[in-house]
């Protein structure tokens, strides 16, 4: 399927060699070419135990019969998923997974990884969040991100449960999370040291039983605390990373000079400095990543993991003709998305939006390929997160990477002149 760790479901299934004239064996067609060992005695003669030759003939058709429907059920998955490329004009070798580091560190993440916020554990059932994250892991996704808030953390528990069934490699795969909200009281909340040291430790570990794993790879601070000295929070940070519960830390909805205080705080008392920011990034939503972020990364090499590349589906299309009652916009507790998509402002969006769907058709794809790759080419984007809500919508997004490459300076001009919303760099055209 997609290029990557593995060649996709279909290639759990096996190579498939014509036998003797140029016939599949039931073996080969399914993907497995020897019988179930039975287990022998001394003599060499199988050991009939107290089940008999009989039992022994019975646990070998079962055991065959078990393999046989699981390769089915793989074959009719990747059968399913090709047609749907089809329907859909996405070739099947089309979309070849690459690799960024994040940032300036040496992490190496997939440039496109999977979030779980609102669906994992909430909008989705658990076996639709399974095979989501199937088909991302086997398409060479290796970043699944998730916070302890994300539907109360059930969303931590559905990936763990997922992660702990498939018996991926830990080493294969990151895991990030989000702390900032704890308790009710005034000093269960925030970045102070007391309530990073207790709520994190707390919290984090809370975090790994749900995810049932040792560590997370990056812990990110989830929005900035005026209240809590700089100094306190990078020390708090590296101490949790001295524990040994995370690998790097980073930041979320902080600004450039937060993030600047922080990695100055680091270096001057040899403390450990965040690697990244998470930022939100789509066509209505791009000063701070490609004004503000480049020049981080250029400086003190953070990096950027950009989240909502869709604008919760808006750049889609499905709210053109009005709010779909299955939409996000309908669901409890995103009212702002609503009031947002009737005002003025939103109305002119779905305007340009329309505009850029007849740009996504000359160029052979979806609006929403077409929006994720133009996340894709900012510079200082080391990774963008989807958001899914089934396979086939994670396929098309995946899709998106062979839409990169068709994004010439030309054709992003032409889309700039159509936003009318690039950010301009006062500083560097005043120097000009």
């Known amino acids: 399927m997609f290029a990557g760790r593995a060649s996709a479901a279909g290639a759990a299934v096996g190579p498939m060699v014509a036998g003797k004239g140029g016939k599949f064996s039931v073996e080969e067609l399914y993907g497995f070419t020897k019988k179930p060992k039975v287990k022998k005695g001394n003599s060499g003669k199988t050991d009939q135990g107290d089940d008999g030759k009989k039992g022994a003939k019975e ?12 390769a089915a059920r793989r074959l009719m998955e990747r059968r399913r998923l090709e047609s749907f490329l089809q329907v859909c004009g996405v070739a099947m070798e089309q979309s070849h997974m690459t690799y960024r580091n994040l940032g300036k560190s040496g992490l190496r993440v997939s440039c496109l990884g999977l979030g779980t916020w609102v669906t994992f554990g909430s909008q989705i ?7 989501v994250m199937t088909t991302a892991y086997d398409s060479g996704v290796n970043l699944f991100d998730t916070a302890e808030v994300y539907a109360s953390g059930r969303a931590e528990t559905t990936l763990g449960n997922i992660l702990k069934k498939k018996g991926w490699r830990r080493s294969s795969y990151v895991v990030t999370t989000k702390i900032y ?21 707390a919290g984090l570990r809370g975090s790994l039983s749900r995810l049932q794993l040792d560590y997370v790879d990056i812990v990110f601070a989830n929005r ?13 940070m590296t101490f949790v990373i001295d ?16 993030i600047m205080e922080a990695y100055s705080v680091a270096r001057q008392f040899n403390l450990v400095p965040p690697v990244c920011e998470q930022a939100e990034y789509h066509y209505f939503q791009r000063e701070k990543v490609e004004l503000q972020l480049p020049e981080l990364y250029h400086k003190i090499g953070v990096g950027a993991m950009t989240w909502s590349p869709l604008a919760c589906g808006l750049l889609t299309g499905k709210y053109n003709e009005g709010i779909p009652e299955s939409s996000r916009a309908a669901m409890k507790g995103h009212a702002w998305l609503k009031e947002q998509l009737c005002s003025d402002e939103g109305k002119k969006q779905l305007s ?8 996504a058709e000359k160029l052979n ?15 200082g984007v080391s990774s963008v997160l989807l958001g899914v809500s089934n396979t086939e919508q994670l396929l098309e997004n995946l899709g998106s990477l062979g839409v990169l490459t068709q994004l010439t300076p030309p054709l992003i001009t032409e889309m700039d002149a159509l936003l009318s919303n690039k950010p301009r760099n006062a500083k560097k055209e005043g120097r000009t």
């Open 224 to 236: 900035s605390d005026i209240n809590a000295p700089m100094e306190e929070v990078v020390r708090a």
């Open 365 to 379: 794809c979806t609006p929403a390929q077409l929006a994720i790759a133009w996340c894709l080419r900012s510079e």
């Open 243 to 258: 524990q040994g519960l995370a690998m790097y830390w980073g930041t979320s909805r902080w600004s450039a000079v937060e």
């Open 181 to 201: 909200w704890g308790g009710q009281a005034e000093t269960e909340r925030g970045l102070s040291r007391k309530h990073i040291i207790e709520g994190l430790l």
């Open 352 to 359: 340009k939006i329309k505009e850029l769907h007849l740009l």
């Open 59 to 70: 646990r070998e058709e079962s055991a065959l019969a078990s393999q046989i429907l699981v």
């Open 125 to 131: 059932s658990d076996e639709m969040a399974e095979s």
